[in-house]
């Protein structure tokens, strides 16, 4: 899985930077795994272009706003749920594959690996958090998206701690949490720019002015009296994006590795 999902995500990449194309619906059913015959190699494939956008940052008639909501829900991004104004950028994307990653891991990648069916069967099983990316209308949704993964201690102790309690799955624990701090709390990023609860109101001064940002970091063109972390990550999409795939390139790497010693 892990190899298949870092292989879907470069190519997003590149058809993203070469081509100015947004695919918009990372999810399950779209991302292939394709075992060679003759090397027994591994491979993803990304599919279904369908709710793609072409993309073009020298033109505003083309940048990628929403209202439009696309792709699936358990996987759609807390702005595309929200329907936000932010710009669509690759990170709404990358979100998704951490969505992916989770609900896979909470459920199960083969059925015998007694995740969601389990659930199902046992009445004293704790309903996962996770059940509220599919439940209610895509506020609520998106609301519980955002507390989930506002801190790293809420994404391990409502999403991560449920996962599927096998050795394996120890590697995808490590990833999911590795792409949410990468992508929500990415150290290059002002801390106005952390985080998924956007808590200040436009009247709000109860916090105090805001110190100067630090010119180092990829967000400190965007005014400091922006306080929502989604826009201030947007205008530096493409170098928090650059980030999120080698976090990918060596979970495969990794995973590559144990499973070439597990064939050996």
Known sequence: ??????????????????????????????????????????????????????????????????????????????????????????????????????????????????????????ENQETPDIYNWQSGDSIDIAKAKRHDMDTQRNFVSRIVSKFIKKSEYIYLKRLVVALRETLIDNPNVSELGRGSLNIFDDNDDIFG??????????????????????????????????DLLKVMIQARKEAISRLYRSNE
């Open 1 to 122: 899985l892990i190899i298949a999902a870092a292989d879907a995500m470069e190519v997003h990449t590149a058809i993203s930077k070469k081509c100015r194309i947004l695919h918009r619906d990372i999810s399950s059913n779209n991302i292939l795994i394709r075992q060679s015959l003759d090397t027994g190699r591994v491979h993803g494939i990304l599919i279904d272009f369908d709710c793609a956008l072409r993309i073009d940052h020298n033109s505003d008639k083309n940048r990628p706003r929403r209202p439009d909501m696309t792709g699936t829900r358990p996987y759609m991004s807390i702005g595309n749920l929200s329907k936000s104004g932010v710009e669509r950028t690759a990170l709404d994307d990358w979100e998704s594959i951490i969505y992916v990653l989770c609900w896979l891991g909470t459920f199960g990648v083969n059925y015998d690996d007694e995740g969601l069916h389990q659930i199902k069967d046992d």
């Open 209 to 242: 002015p805001v110190a100067d940002i630090e010119e180092d970091y990829w967000d400190s063109k965007c005014s400091k009296d922006e306080r929502d972390p989604f826009i201030r990550r947007s205008i530096c999409a493409d170098l928090i994006a650059d």
